[in-house]
Structure formats: structure tokens, C-alpha cells
């Protein structure tokens, strides 16, 4: 049995139980309780997502694993970061800067402030150590996790990285590269404009 089978069959579990490093970056409340996180995006986009009728837009598929957890079936995502630079982004002891080189190309440079209720609907965090597993085998030669997956298809690195999905009012900062995920049921505005701003901090700009 290989140490990937544990994320593959079972939610929840955390790679720091196996003695990896979690990265020290934990949920952030602000001094009304609420849950602040961090989205880059394109310039070319701001606009758009500030304008009147805006927001975040959830257009991924969560349910693309081989076995998506059912409350999941038919939602759709949109990613943000913990903090406006996570240090598993530029200096991860394990993937490099891997995860900011990935941020520059795909997603880009603009950072946004997201603020929402504490106990705000469909919003998890979720470990991307397992998808950067993958990627870190296709871009740089190795898995430097030693999970065992096996990285042709995608297939397996995604249905852990679902598997970890746990609410963001209960995280315990014990994830490798934790990940914002604010989820709905089919595409469309999953956080809307009114808890969102520019932020003042623009580490890439």
C-alpha cells in the first residue's frame, strides 16, 4: 500500500500526521470575526469583478475527481490564498517556488480582499500539496512528496486534493499548501462584490 491510498480513500486527512511540514499560514478573522482571504487575478478583469453586479465567479468544476464526495456533484469553484503571499507559494520546502510560478503564469497579478461572515456558505480550504505533486513531476522531474500517485492522468492527485476539503471555520493550520475554496452549486457569483476589495498589500504588482 502506498502512503497516497490514505488520501485517496478517506477525507480529511492531512499529510502533517505523516510528519510532513504544514505551512504556518493559518485562517484569518478580522476584529468582527470575519474570515478575510486573498484572490489574485488579471487587470484586465478587476473591473469587471468590482462593477455593480460583480464578484468572484465560481467557474471550475469541483466534481472532475473520479469519486467527488456527493454533497459536491454539480458545484462549481473559485481558489484564493490564505494570506496575500503564503510562504508555500515562493519557499515551500518541498515544491520551491513552484506554486508562485504557476500564480505569475495562470492566474496573475492583481490581489483582491476578500471579507466574508465567519460562517459563510460553501467555503473550504483544501490542501494543493497533492495537485502540486503532479505538477511538480511534470514541470521539474520529481514527486517530491513520495506519495505514490500515479501523475498521467490527473486523476488521482485531484480526488485527494477533494478529499482534503474541510470547512474554513474548522481548519487547524495543518496543511502543506492550503488553498481557499468558495463553492456553489452550478457556475455563476459565489462571493459577491459587496465583500470584496482591492487590497492595499500588492506583493506582484
Known amino acids: ?79 484564493g490564498f490564505l494570506e496575500p503571499l503564503p510562504l508555500w507559494l515562493t519557499c515551500s520546502p518541498y515544491f520551491g517556488d513552484l506554486g508562485i510560478e504557476m500564480v505569475k503564469k495562470y492566474i496573475g497579478n492583481v490581489l483582491l480582499r476578500i471579507e466574508v461572515p465567519y460562517n459563510y456558505k460553501g467555503l473550504f480550504i483544501a490542501d494543493y500539496a497533492h495537485v502540486l505533486e503532479g505538477k511538480h513531476l511534470n514541470e521539474r522531474g520529481s514527486t517530491p512528496l513520495n506519495l505514490g500517485y500515479d501523475c498521467s492522468t490527473g486523476r488521482e492527485v485531484t480526488q485527494a486534493y477533494v478529499n482534503s476539503y474541510v470547512s474554513a471555520n474548522q481548519y487547524k493550520n495543518n496543511y502543506i499548501a492550503p488553498v481557499m475554496q468558495a463553492i456553489r452549486k452550478g457556475q455563476g457569483i459565489v462571493i459577491p462584490v459587496e465583500y470584496i476589495t482591492l487590497a492595499t498589500e500588492q506583493p506582484l504588482c
Not at 4 to 20: K, V
Not at 36 to 51: G, K, M, N, P
Open 1 to 79: 500500500m502506498k502512503l497516497g491510498d490514505i488520501f485517496l480513500n478517506s477525507r480529511g486527512r492531512s499529510l502533517s500526521d505523516y510528519g510532513y511540514k504544514p505551512d504556518p499560514g493559518g485562517t484569518e478573522l478580522t476584529a468582527s470575526g470575519k474570515i478575510a482571504f486573498y484572490h489574485y487575478t488579471r487587470e484586465d478583469r478587476v473591473e469587471q469583478i468590482l462593477s455593480a453586479n460583480g464578484g468572484l465567479f465560481a467557474g471550475r468544476p469541483v466534481d472532475v475527481c473520479p469519486n467527488p464526495p456527493e454533497e459536491f456533484t454539480g458545484s462549481f469553484l473559485a481558489e
